[in-house]
């Protein structure tokens, strides 16, 4: 199995920044990609970003390319998230997610993670 651990969420203004930090424990050998997805009140779950084991390839949903940077240090089996120039519609809880298949491209499909973290709240006020 394969423990998430989340932290960095909390309230910001409009136009500021956070950085969100995923720590990964257990069976860390099985990750591959890793990924960050969101959810605010009455709508699904969405991609945000996504990286490949290597960290070569990242990938970012449209509402986000730009401002937000994934990475990760797969010698402290982390993955981050830095968030800049944030909008009050970034305001969600934000969920780390880890990926037990070999794929070339990170997936966006929520689907395809097989490991989930509990969510950190982020909430950007106007």
């Known amino acids: 199995q394969v423990q998430l651990d989340e932290s960095g969420g909390g309230l910001v203004q409009a136009g500021g920044s956070l950085r969100l930090s995923c720590a990964a424990s257990?069976?860390?050998?099985?990750?591959?990609?890793m990924g960050w997805f969101r959810q605010a009140p009455g709508n699904e779950r969405e991609f945000v970003a996504a990286i490949s084991r290597s960290a070569e390839i990242t990938r970012y949903a449209d509402s986000v390319k730009g401002r937000f940077t994934i990475s990760r240090d797969n010698a402290k089996n982390t993955v981050s998230l830095q968030m800049n120039s944030l909008k009050p519609e970034d305001t969600a809880v934000y969920y780390c997610?880890?990926?037990?298949?070999?794929?070339?491209?990170?997936?966006?499909?929520?689907?395809?993670?097989?490991?989930w973290g509990q969510g950190t709240q982020v909430t950007v006020s106007s």
């Open positions: 997610a880890a990926d037990g298949s070999a794929r070339y491209y990170p997936s966006r499909g929520s689907m395809d993670y097989a490991y």
């Open positions: 257990g069976r860390t050998f099985e990750i591959y990609a």
